[in-house]
Structure formats: C-alpha cells, structure tokens
C-alpha cells in the first residue's frame, strides 16, 4: 500500500469517526432536551416530590459500569492479538448488556407495582419522564448489544488486527457512550428529583 492510499484510508477512518461523534452528540442533545424538561417539569404542582427510583435501576449501574471495564480489557486483548481471549470479553459485555436490559424492565415493573403506569390515569408527570428517559436509554443498549455482535462475530472471523480496529473502537465508542450515559441519567433522576 502506498503513501497516497494510507492516507486516504487514514482520512476515511477520521471521517467514519467523526460521524460516530456527531451522532452521538445528537443524542446527548436529545437526552439533554429531555432531562431539561424534566427540570422544567418539577415546578408543576402534580409533580410528586422524593419520588425513589427502583433498586433494580441502582443495580443496572453497577452492571453497565462493568460492561465498560469488560470491554476495555477486550480492546486490551485484541491489541495483543489474543482472539479468544477478546472473544471472552466480548461475551461478557454482551452478557452485562443483556443483564442490563432485564435489570431495567425489573424497575419498571417495580414502578408499576408502586401503582404508578406511563400513561393512563395512574400515571403521573413524574413517572412519565423517568419510564421515557430510561427506555429511551435502554433503546440506545439494544442497539449497542446489535453491534456487539457484529464485533463479537468479526473477532471470531479474525478480521480485527493491531492494524485493523476500526469496527472495534467504533463500537466501543458508542457503547462507553451509553454507559456513561445512563451514569449521567441515574445520577440526575436521584439528585434531581
């Protein structure tokens, strides 16, 4: 490969970046209108006060959180061109993702069973946002655990090297992102309720 084609494969794989980055901060802004409005929301005198988020959501962060460090020590592997190793790792963050995905509904049913629904006459201003805001969420994770598979299935193809990780960090990107996402939304839903 010469000069003139390494370069322009450098200048692709900035570009694929960039738009990896600019989408994600298109959905920053789309969770920063919603947390704002949620702000806004609070004044309104059917706005209930102390509302406690469900324990399973205190238990996802701990899981999302750890999906992240999984995933750090796949890239780890994959840098030293330890394929099973990565693939483990892989697995394992998939397996957080899933774990997180049914530790999120688990909360919602723990709303639900407190008598308050997304809509409907039991449901409340309140409830409303934080069933919106953390599906929203968990959305953005189904998403990412599509992709995980994507990298998992490439990994086991052995189409990633110390040269050619470009999927690999494109999807670590955005799943760090949706972790730290939803440390910003829980941290937010408990100190600004």
Do not use: C
């Not at 899933?98 to 530790?103: A, D, K, L």
């Not at 999807?171 to 992102?177: E, L, T, V």
Request: aromatic residues 18%; hydrophobic residues 55%.
């Amino acid at each position: 490969m010469g000069n003139t084609d390494r370069n322009i494969n450098k200048k692709n794989k900035r570009a694929i970046k960039m738009m990896v980055w600019l989408g994600i901060a298109s959905l920053f802004m789309t969770f920063a209108g919603f947390t704002s409005a949620f702000i806004v929301s609070k004044s309104r005198e059917d706005w209930i006060l102390n509302f406690d988020l469900p324990t399973a959501f205190s238990f996802s962060l701990f899981i999302i959180i750890t999906s992240s460090l999984s995933l750090i020590l796949a890239r780890r592997e994959l840098l030293k061109n330890n394929f099973r190793s990565t693939t483990i790792y892989l697995t394992i963050t998939f397996v957080l993702g899933v774990i997180f995905i049914i530790s999120q509904f688990i909360g919602f049913n723990e709303i639900i069973e407190n008598g308050y629904h997304f809509t409907g006459p039991t449901s409340t201003i309140t409830t409303s946002f934080i069933f919106l805001i953390a599906f929203v969420h968990l959305v953005h994770v189904a998403a990412g655990l599509l992709v995980l598979l994507f990298v998992i299935y490439r990994n086991i193809k052995r189409k990633y090297s110390t040269n050619n990780i470009l999927g690999f960090e494109l999807a670590s990107i955005f799943w760090h992102f949706v972790d730290i996402l939803w440390i910003y939304l829980f941290l937010f839903l408990v100190f600004f309720k």
